[in-house]
């Protein structure tokens, strides 16, 4: 069974739309996940993490915002997409203390802004 | 600021051939180390990793060699595949406080039949 399913697998949105992309995790309990973006042929970077619900920690500014309302889930939105939004939106998730545990990546969203 | 760096950006190996991909760091606070692979299209997959109490670790055809005094560490496959043609990113990460993995730029390996 898949443990972690990101949703939708691809977007195509115009400038100046809103996003919502979706995550969830199951069979972990109260899993740590993370919201990555990678550029078309480039490196991942780390966008926000969360250890628990309803907490979030951004870590590059971007003009999104993430949200966690459960604990399986883990929400990325903006209220307008930008050019620069275009890439590869990636939910991964871990347990334990800190990013130096096993990380484990979603298929991944690939999004496109028109 | 490139913390992780990578290189060859991109590797041609033949098959059978030992493929060498390298990484190194700046921050010596970095104890973790992981290797993704992710083939086109498809979330990265965990393929091995090392922690910086370790000089060496094995998995397989998929060996890290990692020398903390340097900064610097690489990832050998041995008996090279085709199916081992993917792009391959060397990550690290510090103490149990730090949440953030940061990833290098990637090595894009062909394994030519």
């Known amino acids: 069974a898949q443990t972690i399913h990101q949703w939708p697998v691809a977007e195509i949105k115009a400038v100046g739309s809103p996003l919502s992309l979706g995550c969830t995790i199951k069979g972990k309990s109260s899993p740590n996940l993370y919201w990555y973006w990678q550029a078309t042929g480039g490196t991942l970077q780390q966008l926000f993490y969360?250890?628990?619900?309803?907490?979030v920690e951004s870590v590059v500014q971007l003009n999104l915002s993430a949200s966690r309302p459960k604990d399986d889930q883990f929400i990325l939105s903006t209220e307008k997409l930008l050019l620069s939004h275009s890439g590869f939106y990636l939910c991964?998730?871990?347990?334990?203390?800190?990013?130096?545990?096993?990380?484990?990546f979603g298929k991944g969203t690939r999004l496109t802004v028109v | 600021q490139q913390q992780v760096r990578q290189s060859p950006q991109s590797l041609t190996v033949w098959e059978g051939e030992t493929a060498i991909l390298n990484c190194s760091y700046e921050d010596s606070t970095f104890n973790y180390f992981p290797w993704y692979q992710q083939f086109p299209g498809e979330g990265p997959a965990l393929l091995i990793s090392i922690r910086s109490v370790s000089d060496k670790k094995e998995d397989g055809r998929f060996t890290i060699f990692f020398n903390k005094r340097e900064k610097k560490l690489s990832l050998h496959i041995t008996d090279s595949q085709p199916g081992d043609s993917a792009t391959y990113f060397c990550a690290a990460s510090g103490s149990s406080g730090s949440w953030q993995l940061i990833f290098g730029s990637g090595t894009q390996l062909t394994v030519m039949p």
């Open positions: 969360s250890i628990t619900v309803g907490q």
């Open positions: 991964a998730w871990s347990l334990g203390q800190g990013a130096n545990t096993e990380v484990f």
